[in-house]
């Protein structure tokens, strides 16, 4: 079965916590790439009461099989309660950028 590439958004507060995530997915070969945007407004509903924050949004690109780490090193290190972990399958996009991503997410083990 090939191993399907992911695309992973989870949502940070602030620089540190964005910065510690990335580096770790990445040392940890849980993640080929992780894009920090700053200056996302997410508005949402917590515990019954709309909210309103400036976040950073990762995106993160890993594949299927590394996805459970990705999971564990976010919820380790993340300061929410309940972060946004949402993954989406990528059906496309530049050949060698796909095997980049593959080969450095390939499970050392």
């Given at each position: 079965?090939?191993?399907?590439?992911?695309?992973?958004?989870?949502?940070?507060?602030?620089?540190?916590?964005?910065?510690?995530?990335?580096?770790?997915?990445?040392?940890?070969?849980?993640?080929?790439?992780?894009?920090?945007?700053?200056?996302?407004?997410?508005?949402?509903?917590?515990?019954?009461?709309?909210?309103?924050?400036?976040?950073?949004?990762?995106?993160?690109?890993?594949?299927?099989?590394?996805?459970?780490?990705?999971?564990?090193?976010?919820?380790?290190?993340?300061?929410?309660e309940l972060p946004e972990i949402i993954a989406v399958s990528v059906d496309r996009g530049l050949p060698d950028?796909?095997?980049?991503?593959?080969?450095?997410?390939?499970?050392?083990?």
């Amino acid at each position: 079965m090939p191993t399907e590439l992911l695309l992973v958004y989870c949502t940070c507060p602030d620089l540190n916590s964005a910065e510690s995530i990335s580096r770790q997915l990445i040392e940890q070969g849980a993640a080929a790439c992780v894009n920090r945007l700053p200056g996302v407004f997410s508005t949402y509903m917590w515990q019954g009461n709309p909210e309103t924050s400036e976040e950073i949004l990762l995106l993160i690109k890993s594949c299927s099989e590394r996805y459970p780490e990705v999971e564990k090193i976010i919820v380790s290190l993340h300061p929410y309660e309940l972060p946004e972990i949402i993954a989406v399958s990528v059906d496309r996009g530049l050949p060698d950028y796909l095997h980049w991503v593959k080969q450095c997410t390939e499970n050392q083990t």
